[in-house]
Structures are given as C-alpha cells and as structure tokens.
C-alpha cells in the first residue's frame, strides 16, 4: 500500500502526500494525523535533519461538493513517512503493517557482505532495486544541477554505454516488457548490479563537473556505461543484454511479501 501511493516529482524524486498517507493509516481525522507528523518532526530535528527537507508544507484547492476551501498538506521523504509511521498508533492495523514494513526496509540497508550472499536470488534483487531507486534519485538531482534538461537523452546514453547501444525502449522490447512497464524491475541481481556500478560513478563524476553543461553530463553518463561494460568483458562476466530476464518482476515479489505480511 505504501509504494502505491507514492509519487514521483518533475526531477525523478519519490515523495508522498500526508492526506495520502493519513488515509492509508487508518486516520480519519486530520487534526489527530497532525499531532503524528509533528511528532515526527520533532523526532527529524533531534536527528539532526532538516525538517524542510523531509516535510515540505503546501497549500492545495479541494473541492467538496459546491463549495472549494483551501487546505494543508505535506510533501514527505521516505524518511518523513518512517518517523510518522514510527510515531502513530500501533492499534491500527495499516500502522502495525507499516512499522514492519519499516523494519524490513532498514534490516536490508544494514546488510553486511556475508548476509548478502545468504539471501535468496528474490530477496538480492529487492535489495539491489531499492538501491537503484535510491541511486537515481541522487543522480537525476545532480544531473539537473549540471545542466541536463533532456532527462529521457541523459538516462539513454547511460544506457547505451553499458548495454552496447541499446537504449531504455530496446531493452524493454527485448525483454518483452508491457508498455511503460520499468525494466529494472525487470533484471535478477548481476544485472542489477551493473547499474548500481553505472550510477553511482556517474554521480562521483558529475560532482566533479564544474560548469553546468547538459553535453558534457550526458557524455559522461555515455562514458561510464562504457567503461562498467568494458570492465564485465575484462573480467570474463556475461554482457548485461545476454543475462537472463526474471521470470517474475520485483513489483510482484513486493506484492507477494506485502501479502505475506498482511497474511501474519
């Protein structure tokens, strides 16, 4: 249920609306959910994180029947949502889901190499695609501090670098994916990981990038696949276009562990 609220900005960041998330949790009044998010705010500061960052207040129109009024709502971090579900009512049973959702989210963060190898090939993926997301984020915020208006040029040339040419749309048709379906969802955890290699190296370098210039960031997005390519083949590993396709993808395994959840 959390994942499917969730939003994605002109940038390529993850957020969430609190009068979303209210619902979801089972909280019907909105003065009660507030006490929640302040709670939560407050438990941000004394992390020593923005509050600002994290919980982004705006203002919205809704319309209710003939009449329109002006309300409060929240743009919320993942981390945001963490801290209210963290800080809402357990008796509830969407609360109770989240707060283990939450623990298994940061039990996967905190894996060391041995714990790693131990997991099934399912759960190394779950793993290696929050990973990507979290990667992308930071990437698609450099980018675009660098200069990179074109979004769909600059995630195609990191592309064509590391798959020989093929772009997002050709590994989705050779993959036989269903329209706008996400292919990284879509790779077992080699592949996986290669894309974890392309991003975050491409953020190292674009940090480096002194002038904003789109060219030249989406030339060293090109660069980098290349290179990571070019690093699978000296090694002797499996090029990431010939490495087999999941039969199921990473949004059915989270559904199937959701229900395990709810199931409990």
């Not at 290669?194 to 789109?214: M, V, Y």
Request: aromatic letters at 10%; charged letters at 35%; hydrophobic letters at 35%.
């Amino acid at each position: 249920m959390f994942e499917r609220i969730k939003h994605i900005d002109e940038n390529g960041c993850e957020y969430w609306e609190a009068r979303e998330l209210q619902k979801m949790l089972e909280y019907k009044e909105w003065r009660l959910f507030a006490n929640i998010i302040e709670k939560a705010q407050v438990a941000c500061s004394q992390s020593n994180n923005n509050i600002n960052s994290h919980f982004g207040v705006y203002s919205k129109i809704v319309v209710a029947g003939k009449t329109t009024k002006l309300i409060i709502d929240y743009k919320l971090s993942r981390y945001a949502c963490y801290l209210i579900v963290q800080n809402a009512n357990p008796k509830f049973k969407a609360v109770a889901l989240g707060q283990t959702y939450f623990a298994i989210q940061t039990r996967k963060m905190e894996l060391t190499e041995d714990e790693y190898n131990r997991l099934s090939e399912d759960e190394k993926r779950l793993y290696r695609r929050k990973q990507t997301r979290d990667g992308n984020k930071l990437l698609y915020r450099i980018a675009k501090e660098k200069g990179v208006k074109n979004f769909d040029k600059f995630t195609n040339a990191g592309y064509k670098g590391l798959y020989n040419g093929e772009m997002a749309d050709d590994i989705a048709k050779r993959k036989k994916l269903r329209y706008r379906e996400e292919i990284l969802d879509n790779m077992g955890s080699v592949e996986l990981g290669a894309n974890i290699f392309r991003i975050t190296q491409t953020d190292a370098l674009l940090e480096k990038q002194e002038i904003p210039d789109e060219r030249i960031a989406t030339n060293t997005h090109y660069n980098v696949g290349r290179a990571v390519r070019n690093a699978i083949k000296e090694i002797g590993g499996t090029m990431p276009e010939k490495l087999p396709t999941p039969k199921k993808s990473v949004k059915e395994i989270e559904k199937e562990e959701l229900l395990k959840l709810s199931n409990k």
